[in-house]
């Protein structure tokens, strides 16, 4: 029914530019005060240029910035916190002009110096995921959300989204389903981003069951999308059960929800194969008075059919004869002849073998042979003789219809006798 990659490569690309939004403004979280805080034996020089920095980038004097912090560097202590904290300035303001791998840099070799003090370590490990994130780097981008994340006591949905989103990135679907089922139950109001991620997920694991419990919940959620209907669909069909799939379709078809041509035909052909053809058929001609579906050579073909497999030949005969008239072909009427045939209707059957003779046929021998049938089952014999000899020029047809002729000359015989002898 749908694209599981398609779906999953859709939302990569929304969190990828999600990311990057909040990466250019992600610095301000960090005030002076949590530096200071945090910093409790970086020097007070340091301190002091460090808030005069920030207040720069704050302004965004981005240039101004990272002069003064190239400056800043170069004059304090290797391997110690004024450092950690000067390359960790110096990431922010990369970020704030958008030059990630600069950014991601000085990042990591701040927390390189393994002097940061613990609350901050984790939160720059947790802005180096983001920045890798955006790049599309997930692997790198894992490697520090999974350390960062096993510091939270409490994660918020944000955050176990945010895990979730790293792990199906690099493949590991079932490391991404608890994150995703945590952001989606601990959330109020979770976004329909983060239920796509999850059904995604439980289908790359072939969790069938997970899926449907999740496209319930979605459903109940945004019924007007036609995507999950048709995806629950498809998870009863995979597991089996193709009624429900059906009746899911069907749901959705009457609450308006399902209109695209692809998903009403899948619903259609599913009624037929799974031996309810009238049901099927009765779909499709809804479909086409409302305009869902095209009134087309396909469809008109399908109809047809679908009432035949239903055994309801006047409805059969009405959409062959529509059928005939969007193609301009003589094989619908061959149809309807043979219908007229299985219910010994010569007349009918003569009428619309001679309107498929009028146009262009698949097996016109065929045909002669049926008209020969309606013919002589009339006491046609002449005329149905003639049809005979004409189906017999055609290799296909000649078999049968040099049988047919015998016949037709046997029962000529016998017709003759009893006349002539009552």
């Not at 530096?35 to 460090?50: Q, R």
């Not at 945004?222 to 193709?242: F, N």
């Not at 029962?411 to 003759?416: E, F, I």
């Amino acid at each position: 029914m749908m694209d599981i990659q398609d779906q999953m490569n859709s939302r990569t690309v929304r969190h990828g530019r999600f990311w990057s939004a909040c990466l250019i403004t992600v610095y301000l979280i960090f005030s002076v005060g949590q530096v200071h805080a945090a910093a409790d034996s970086v020097s007070s020089g340091t301190y002091k240029k460090l808030t005069a920095i920030q207040e720069q980038i704050a302004a965004n004097q981005l240039n101004e910035a990272t002069k003064a912090l190239a400056e800043l560097y170069a004059e304090v202590e290797a391997d110690s916190i004024d450092a950690a904290l000067v390359l960790q300035m110096q990431g922010y303001t990369e970020m704030g002009k958008n030059d990630y791998p600069k950014a991601i840099a000085y990042l990591r070799k701040s927390l390189d110096l393994n002097r940061l003090p613990e609350s901050i370590k984790y939160r720059v490990g947790y802005m180096v995921a983001q920045l890798y994130a955006a790049q599309g780097q997930f692997d790198e981008a894992l490697t520090f959300a999974k350390e960062w994340f096993s510091t939270l006591e409490n994660p918020t949905p944000d955050q176990s989204i945010f895990m979730a989103n790293i792990f199906a990135q690099t493949k590991n679907y079932l490391d991404a389903i608890p994150y995703a089922s945590a952001a989606i139950n601990k959330s109020e109001s979770p976004k329909e981003s983060w239920f796509q991620l999850l059904i995604a997920c439980y289908f790359e694991v072939k969790n069938y069951q997970g899926a449907e419990s999740t496209l319930k919940q979605a459903i109940s959620l945004w019924p007007e999308k036609p995507s999950y209907w048709e995806q629950l669909a498809s998870v009863y069909i995979t597991r089996g059960d193709e009624l429900k799939g059906l009746a899911t379709l069907q749901l959705a078809w009457k609450s308006g929800v399902l209109d695209k041509e692809s998903s009403i035909r899948s619903m259609i052909q599913l009624a037929i194969t799974e031996g309810i053809p009238e049901h099927g058929a009765r779909l499709l001609a809804a479909a086409i008075d409302k305009e869902a579906l095209p009134k087309n050579e396909k469809y008109l073909d399908l109809l047809a059919n679908a009432w035949v497999a239903a055994k309801e030949s006047s409805q059969a005969i009405t959409a062959f004869e529509q059928l005939a008239t969007v193609t301009g072909s003589g094989n619908p009427y061959v149809r309807i002849a043979n219908l007229y045939l299985e219910k010994a209707q010569w007349e009918k059957a003569e009428e619309a073998v001679r309107s498929a003779l009028s146009k262009d046929v698949d097996k016109p021998g065929n045909v002669w042979v049926s008209l020969g049938i309606a013919l002589t089952e009339q006491t046609k014999f002449s005329d149905g003789m003639k049809a005979f000899r004409n189906a017999i020029a055609y290799d296909y047809a000649e078999r049968r219809a040099k049988s047919w002729l015998k016949y037709a000359e046997d029962l000529k015989r016998q017709h003759n006798w009893v006349n002539q002898n009552s």
